[in-house]
């Protein structure tokens, strides 16, 4: 099973926003969508990520972070995903990295941003349904 | 406007009779609170989808799962109209003027091509073809198939590909004991097949196929089971991905093919051959314009960013002689006439089941899928459940937000109207339970579970006169 099938059911949206805008727009469109990160793109290439923990810690140092850059607090250390990557290797990955979030590119291009959430719900969803379908060819046994 | 209740119950058209489609209606029949008339349409006269046309007939256990279907069928707000088609016999203005909310559930109707050159050529078919065929999908029924060729080619390790590979090595016997087609058993009887060649362009660790499916290929009794240790041989990649994700499963997977490596050929009649490692790059003109061999590209693992392990092509090229090839690297998505359709993902443009506007990215009122038309072709027929349960969510929580569909005319006689008007041969839920009788009874006299009908005409002649008019 792979990342595609997440996306899939995503609609289309992934929420970016650009270097150069400020950390109260980024912040104004994270409680807009009640989403804990943005990406942060060129055009359409991801070039880092802008996440509501980058926000907590800066502000926690700063008070006046609102006015800051975007690319001043964003992370550049990007984990990018392939829509074939492997539902269990990115939950591994995101697990040990501690990444909650992470975009997913063609060619580079970014068409979709996956959560950890999401990978918690597919997989449940996956074994789910794997339990399901073993319990009726169990039971059709017993008969 | 309150619906759901007996004066104005919540009118639901579904379209597309498979798991998808009865788990839609079963969950929204959970809801005994509330009134819920649900109407199921199939371009098909038969339900059930791929559990009648995809699930291998030599796995008649998984079948069962239609007992379910059927309890969801009795219920009284309940219709089914197969044999009516998306589109063409129906639109989604005529389905506006009936229903509070539509549902598709028409599943991943297309195969994915390789994209290599010769896909084309005569003897190179898409695996779902096949399976389509021998489970006697109508549209299929005609089909035709080179088992005079002695070598076969499988791309892919997936269920279907594995599914193909086994029906090829069965024996007429066993094949006589399932449901399989009556004229796909009969072409097999005839069948001149010796050598199947499974292809996995990655290693054994990854493979989708499961291990009931691996064991199932070792114990087949008219085929032996060929691997090249070399090729099931962990390597460090696959070593540590298993170590890291402590995935059991696979590991165990991987353990039996290496035993399937170590195995002498007992002399079978048939070799079942199981190659990793290795894509098609090209399939070959056997000189006289079709299929004679397929050329590959030996692969080595490479981990991604992500962690998923990854297929590389080396320089070093084989040549496989096969004279019939079938495909099996994925599926794809039909469009429906009028609803949005995201190419990306080869699905229904939708967010957690909401039909979107292509434009404004927002939810159209009354429209929803389910399935692989919703997610893309992942998971088992029971993984549809808890993705029919979100998507009846997000319609439960709109209808008593008020965001319907209003139809000019919410009344189940206009339906059944309208659609003998556009489909005089649609068929009921009674037609169906009357055809499945008489298939289990076409079984019944030969030891096997049904002789299935497999063209539409000859359904419709089965259920008599009203169907002919």
Request: hydrophobic share 40%; glycine share 8%.
């Amino acid at each position: 099973m792979n990342i595609a099938s997440i996306l899939a059911t995503k609609g289309d949206k992934v929420f970016t926003i650009r270097g150069e805008q400020t950390i109260r727009e980024a912040l104004v469109v994270l409680a807009q969508h009640n989403i804990g990160a943005l990406v942060v793109v060129d055009g359409l290439r991801p070039i880092g990520i802008l996440s509501e923990r980058d926000v907590v810690r800066a502000a926690v140092k700063n008070e006046a972070v609102f006015p800051l850059l975007v690319n001043q607090l964003m992370t550049r250390d990007l984990v990018l995903g392939d829509p074939g990557d492997d539902l269990g290797a990115v939950g591994q990955t995101m697990v040990q990295r501690r990444i909650r979030h992470l975009p997913v590119v063609v060619d580079g291009k970014l068409v979709g941003m996956i959560s950890i959430g999401d990978i918690v719900k597919a997989q449940r969803d996956r074994y789910q349904g794997e339990v399901d379908t073993l319990q009726i060819i169990v039971m059709e046994h017993g008969h | 406007m309150v619906l759901g209740t007996a004066e104005q119950p919540l009118r639901v058209a579904v379209f597309g009779a498979g798991p998808a489609g009865f788990y839609v209606a079963e969950h929204l029949q959970r809801r005994a609170d509330l009134a819920i008339d649900v109407d199921m349409f199939d371009r098909l006269p038969t339900p059930y989808g791929l559990v009648r046309a995809g699930v291998a007939p030599d796995h008649q256990k998984i079948k069962a799962v239609t007992a379910a279907f059927d309890k969801v069928a009795a219920q009284p707000r309940f219709r089914f109209f197969g044999g009516v088609e998306f589109g063409k016999d129906l639109s989604v203005t005529d389905l506006r003027g009936h229903y509070h909310q539509i549902v598709y559930t028409t599943g991943a109707q297309t195969d994915r091509r390789m994209g290599i050159p010769g896909e084309d050529l005569p003897g190179s078919h898409p695996a779902t073809e096949f399976v389509a065929w021998y489970n006697g999908h109508p549209d299929y029924r005609d089909c035709q198939f080179d088992l005079s060729q002695e070598r076969v080619a499988v791309v892919g390790v997936g269920n279907v590909a594995v599914d193909v590979a086994r029906i090829l090595c069965r024996t007429p016997e066993e094949l006589a004991r399932t449901d399989i087609a009556d004229h796909a058993l009969e072409a097999l009887r005839h069948s001149r097949v010796r050598e199947v060649y499974l292809l996995g362009r990655r290693g054994a660790a990854q493979a989708a196929f499961t291990n009931p499916e691996v064991k199932e290929l070792g114990e087949l009794p008219d085929a032996d089971i060929i691997v090249r240790p070399e090729e099931v041989e962990l390597d460090p990649v696959s070593r540590e991905a298993l170590e890291q994700s402590g995935d059991r499963a696979s590991a165990k997977k991987v353990e039996i093919l290496q035993s399937y490596a170590q195995r002498q050929p007992a002399g079978k009649p048939r070799r079942l051959v199981v190659r990793f490692l290795v894509s098609p790059v090209a399939v070959l003109d056997n000189g006289a314009g079709s299929v004679g061999a397929i050329r590959l590209v030996r692969n080595r693992l490479v981990a991604s960013a992500t962690g998923t392990v990854q297929a590389q092509p080396t320089d070093h090229v084989e040549e496989l002689p096969a004279g019939l090839v079938f495909r099996s690297v994925g599926y794809r998505g039909v469009p429906l006439p009028g609803v949005p359709f995201d190419d990306k993902w080869g699905v229904v443009l939708n967010e957690k089941g909401r039909v979107l506007d292509p434009d404004s990215k927002q939810p159209l009122p009354g429209e929803y899928t389910a399935g692989w038309i919703k997610r893309g072709p992942t998971g088992v027929i029971g993984t549809n459940k808890p993705d029919a349960a979100e998507t009846v969510a997000a319609m439960l929580d709109d209808a008593a937000a008020g965001h319907v569909v209003v139809p000019a005319e919410p009344d189940p006689a206009a339906v059944e109207r309208l659609v003998r008007q556009r489909q005089p041969h649609a068929v009921d839920w009674n037609d169906w339970l009357r055809l499945n009788a008489l298939e289990i009874e076409r079984g019944r006299t030969r030891g096997r579970p049904r002789v299935k009908f497999t063209r539409v005409d000859e359904m419709l002649d089965a259920l008599g006169n009203r169907h002919r008019p």
